[in-house]
């Protein structure tokens, strides 16, 4: 049999409970494509080679003996290092958090591993997540499969690199402004940022408390939907940890045959490439096929809605962050040199903005009772290359902030939104499109990007992948 490290996880599943495969194969098969790939990506920063062929030994003899496996058994997984693994490094690639080691699990690896995957390893992050690119003081940067010039997304780059190269099945990233869906993007796989409570962020550093409780989320990454469905199943669910938390059970839900879409290639305050807007329209066209109620539709509180997301992530992510960093102001992560040129936030401008929030959320929730999906972009440009920081697209000018803002709204606004790859650039690089819901909804966009995703026809693979080079196939 070849390699299992180019096949989804649900087959590796099926096929480890069918006795078709071995766990230890499908271990060997992942740890084989690390030794040969991360050193060209440094999308893991830890790994604990001996323990992961321990667990697939335990794995094996469960399977042999019988026993009742769980949807999850034997498949190999990632976990981002901001997310406690027990035994393993929780520095969010600081070295103000040097050293530190997780005493316990955060709950997603927890219920992942009772589901039997096994964590073969935490990927790298930018220093405190603040960054759209994956770079850090500790591990150094993190490369995408598809470039090793380009970057594969922050703050959740070596998550993304280390699944869409195959070292990993799946696994678990984090978002406050795009930071699981703009990786998925560049990476050209799957990802699921969920309302905030509906997967627990305990355990994640930094926390998701105050203002940050509905900004930041824990969510999962995959290269295929019905992946991240299997993902989204075992770690969704309350947690007393998580001050967002809301006991929503899962739901098997069908979609309304005739439920309205709305759909937008573009916001006017940032111009998107050629292939981003194809890619959206793409996505339209499948889904109008499908016989949904499809037509053009962009919220007008967008714009409000990143200058809160600012205030309340960049501006007061600098308050709290900065300091930290005196004396080595060189070494802060792109989106705290933003936060550097700022004036001191005021409580006025904090208590606008939180209040403001919710007005936005009330105005955003009553339109989307009419129009309970949105596809957008992600983001305006593929994977960029390691060190840009501005573009010109469509004649303008945008820069490194801008061009995330089609992640940033949705974060400030608290909806679920899943990113799935549907097109690419003239270089070859994946486009994704993301399908946004009303909170709580996970379920219903998941099946729309499946839909998506059956249809787009998206076959390329990165060159560095399944532990051999290959040739992209498109």
Same mark, same amino acid.
């Given at each position: 049999?070849?390699?299992?490290?180019?096949?989804?996880?649900?087959?590796?599943?099926?096929?480890?409970?069918?006795?078709?495969?071995?766990?230890?194969?499908?271990?060997?098969?992942h740890?084989?494509?690390?030794?040969?790939?991360?050193?060209?990506?440094?999308?893991?920063?830890?790994?604990?080679?001996?323990?992961?062929?321990?667990?697939?030994?335990?794995?094996?003899?469960?399977?042999?003996?019988?026993?009742?496996?769980?949807?999850?058994?034997?498949?190999?997984?990632?976990?981002?290092?901001?997310?406690a693994?027990?035994?393993?490094?929780?520095?969010?690639?600081?070295?103000t958090?040097?050293?530190?080691?997780?005493?316990?699990?955060?709950?997603?690896?927890?219920?992942?591993?009772?589901?039997?995957?096994?964590?073969?390893?935490?990927?790298?992050?930018?220093?405190?997540?603040?960054?759209?690119?994956?770079?850090?003081?500790?591990?150094?940067?993190t490369?995408?499969?598809?470039?090793?010039?380009?970057t594969?997304?922050?703050?959740?780059?070596?998550?993304?690199?280390?699944?869409?190269?195959?070292?990993?099945?799946?696994?678990?990233?984090?978002?406050?402004?795009?930071?699981?869906?703009?990786?998925?993007?560049?990476?050209?796989?799957?990802?699921?940022?969920?309302?905030?409570?509906?997967?627990?962020?305990?355990?994640? /550093?930094?926390?998701?408390? $105050?203002?940050?409780? *509905?900004?930041?989320?824990? &969510?999962?990454?995959?290269? +295929?939907? %019905?992946? @991240?469905?299997?993902?989204?199943?075992?770690?969704?669910?309350?947690?007393?940890?998580?001050t967002?938390?809301?006991?929503?059970?899962?739901?098997?839900?069908?979609?309304?045959?005739?439920?309205r879409?709305?759909?937008?290639?573009?916001?006017?305050?940032?111009?998107?490439t050629?292939?981003?807007?194809?890619?959206?329209?793409?996505?339209?066209?499948i889904?109008?096929?499908?016989?949904?109620?499809?037509?053009?539709?962009?919220?007008?509180?967008?714009?409000?809605?990143r200058?809160?997301?600012?205030?309340? /992530?960049?501006?007061?992510? $600098?308050?709290?962050? *900065?300091?930290?960093?005196? &004396?080595?102001?060189?070494? +802060?992560? %792109?989106? @705290?040199?933003?936060?550097?040129?700022?004036?001191?936030?005021?409580?006025?401008?904090?208590?606008?903005?939180?209040?403001?929030?919710?007005?936005?959320?009330?105005?955003?929730?009553?339109e989307?009772?009419?129009?309970?999906?949105?596809?957008?972009?992600?983001?305006?440009?593929?994977?960029?290359r390691?060190?840009?920081?501005?573009?010109?697209?469509?004649?303008?000018?945008?820069?490194?902030?801008?061009?995330?803002?089609?992640?940033?709204?949705?974060?400030?606004?608290?909806?679920?939104a899943?990113?799935?790859?549907?097109?690419?650039?003239?270089?070859?690089?994946?486009?994704?499109?993301?399908?946004?819901?009303?909170?709580?909804?996970?379920?219903?966009i998941?099946?729309?990007?499946?839909?998506?995703?059956?249809?787009?026809?998206?076959?390329?693979?990165?060159?560095h992948?399944?532990?051999?080079?290959?040739?992209?196939q498109?």
């Open positions: 049999m070849t390699s299992t490290t180019n096949l989804p996880a649900t087959q590796i599943a099926a096929l480890i409970k069918n006795r078709e495969v071995s766990p230890v194969e499908v271990m060997a098969d740890l084989n494509a690390v030794e040969e790939l991360n050193p060209k990506l440094n999308a893991f920063i830890e790994i604990h080679a001996e323990d992961c062929l321990k667990d697939a030994q335990r794995a094996e003899a469960a399977v042999k003996r019988g026993e009742a496996v769980g949807p999850c058994h034997g498949v190999p997984i990632s976990i981002k290092s901001s997310i693994v027990r035994g393993f490094k929780h520095e969010a690639g600081s070295r958090r040097q050293g530190v080691v997780a005493p316990e699990d955060a709950p997603v690896v927890a219920r992942l591993r009772s589901a039997g995957a096994i964590v073969i390893g935490t990927t790298n992050t930018p220093e405190m997540l603040m960054a759209y690119d994956t770079d850090n003081p500790l591990y150094g940067r490369n995408s499969p598809w470039d090793l010039e380009r594969p997304g922050g703050s959740s780059g070596g998550e993304a690199a280390a699944i869409a190269s195959g070292m990993s099945a799946g696994g678990m990233g984090s978002d406050g402004g795009g930071s699981i869906r703009v990786p998925a993007h560049f990476s050209g796989i799957c990802g699921l940022k969920p309302t905030p409570g509906r997967i627990p962020s305990s355990g994640h /550093f930094p926390e998701s408390l $105050g203002p940050f409780a *509905l900004l930041g989320v824990v &969510g999962p990454m995959a290269r +295929t939907i %019905s992946d @991240l469905q299997l993902l989204f199943k075992v770690v969704a669910g309350t947690d007393v940890g998580d967002s938390s809301a006991p929503v059970s899962l739901a098997d839900v069908a979609l309304p045959k005739k439920m879409i709305g759909y937008f290639e573009e916001h006017e305050s940032c111009p998107v050629p292939e981003t807007k194809q890619a959206v329209r793409s996505a339209a066209r889904l109008d096929r499908h016989g949904f109620e499809v037509f053009p539709y962009k919220p007008e509180i967008l714009d409000q809605a200058d809160y997301w600012w205030t309340l /992530f960049v501006r007061l992510g $600098g308050e709290l962050l *900065l300091s930290i960093f005196d &004396g080595r102001e060189n070494e +802060t992560s %792109s989106i @705290l040199n933003y936060a550097r040129k700022e004036p001191p936030l005021t409580k006025q401008e904090l208590l606008d903005a939180w209040f403001g929030r919710d007005e936005l959320r009330l105005k955003l929730f009553r989307m009772q009419e129009v309970p999906v949105i596809l957008s972009p992600v983001c305006a440009i593929p994977a960029f390691h060190g840009d920081r501005d573009w010109m697209v469509g004649g303008h000018k945008v820069d490194y902030m801008q061009v995330m803002m089609y992640a940033q709204w949705f974060n400030l606004l608290g909806n679920p899943a990113t799935v790859p549907v097109g690419e650039s003239p270089e070859g690089l994946p486009i994704g499109v993301q399908i946004i819901g009303i909170p709580y909804a996970e379920e219903i998941l099946k729309v990007a499946a839909l998506i995703e059956q249809s787009a026809g998206f076959k390329a693979q990165p060159l992948a399944g532990g051999i080079e290959i040739t992209a498109r």
